[in-house]
């Protein structure tokens, strides 16, 4: 087993850093999750949000694994679409 060692306040930085970052993941998750169906996110925001690839979209748009819909031939989803999905993937971690 190896060991690393930091100075103290490099660790609580780190930790604070995450807790930071869990608060803001939960916020995300939590207003996306309670949006209205009439609330709807594009395909850049939503490859962001949930951290895949056009084709990953495609993949799941295709197998009907999130909902989408298309408007003046761009691809947005709804917002409870997305909520669902990153409480899936939230879940699973």
């Known amino acids: 087993m190896e060991y690393i ?3 103290r306040t490099v660790y609580d930085a780190m930790v604070s850093a995450l807790k930071d970052c869990s608060a ?3 916020t995300a998750i939590s ?3 309670h949006k209205s169906r009439d609330e709807w996110i594009d395909n850049d925001t939503a490859q962001a949000i949930l951290r895949k690839t056009p084709r990953s979209l495609q ?3 295709a197998t ?3 909902g989408y819909s298309l408007m003046n031939g761009k691809v947005f ?3 409870d679409e997305i909520g ?3 409480e899936r993937g ?3 971690v």
Do not use: D, F, Q
């Open 59 to 61: 993949n799941m748009r």
């Open 31 to 33: 207003r996306l999750s």
């Open 5 to 7: 060692t930091i100075e």
């Open 77 to 79: 989803y709804p917002a």
């Open 24 to 26: 803001a993941l939960h």
């Open 90 to 92: 939230h879940s699973n």
């Open 84 to 86: 669902r999905l990153l």
């Open 64 to 66: 009907g694994a999130i």
